[in-house]
T-cell receptor, first 111, second 113 residues
């Protein structure tokens, strides 16, 4: 059974701080990794994708991937109250467009 | 920005009734998906659709479920005989060539009573 694990939280950080969200996955051959943001009652919204080891930055967001450790993370710099949401990690393997989602980490940014 | 459109936003149905959930994917996308999310749980894959046929489906997607692309724009999910446990938010998604991430629609909240 292919699994994607996330700490459910809530992770509380003060406004302006760095929020660090983590995800581990069980399928070693996973190839593509995505972070989605989901506000309560809304649909997932794509934030970032990452495919190779290392860091990928997009504005205030940095995704980090370590395939050897089967670990992917998302850093949010200068966190804002509007960043308060559930962050979903999604993983995709070779030969398929199916994503396996984690349960999500709820982030609360305190003003 | 292009978006995936889903209708209705909320549907209430009686157990045993058939429901059809509708989606209009992004026009130049080629891959279409249905996912569901039971309240408080993870987003779960149901089915993927490419080139007018199902390319992959999950164990959840049993004989009670079907998908169709009846014309060049709509993509539908039919549940033939709804059960209480089908109550969930159903998300349609689409993606283009290359695995760069899906765009999800706003979802249909299905309540089976």
């Amino acid at each position: 059974q292919k699994e994607v694990e996330q700490n459910s939280g809530p992770l509380s950080v003060p406004e302006g701080a760095i929020a660090s969200l983590n995800c581990t996955y069980s399928d070693r051959v996973s190839q593509s990794f995505f972070w989605y943001r989901q506000y309560s009652g809304k649909s997932p919204e794509l934030i970032m994708s990452i495919y190779s080891n290392g860091d990928k930055e997009d504005g205030r967001f940095t995704a980090q991937l370590n395939k050897a450790s089967q670990y992917v993370s998302l850093l949010i710099r200068d966190s804002q109250p509007s960043d308060s949401a559930t962050y979903l990690c999604a993983v995709n393997g070779p030969g398929t467009y199916k994503y396996i989602f984690g349960t999500g980490t709820r982030l609360k940014v305190l003003a | 920005e292009p978006e995936v459109t889903q209708t209705p936003s909320h549907q209430v149905t009686q157990m045993g009734q058939e429901v059809i959930l509708r989606c209009v994917p992004i026009s130049n996308h080629l891959y279409f998906y249905w996912y569901r999310q039971i309240l408080g749980q993870k987003v779960e894959f149901l089915v993927s659709f490419y080139n007018n046929e199902i390319s992959e489906k999950s164990e959840i997607f049993d004989d009670q479920f079907s998908v169709e692309r009846p014309d060049g724009s709509n993509f539908t999910l039919k549940i033939r005989s709804t059960k209480l446990e089908d109550s969930a938010m159903y998300f349609c998604a689409s993606s283009g060539v290359g695995n760069y991430g899906y765009t999800f629609g706003s979802g249909t909240r299905l309540t089976v009573v």
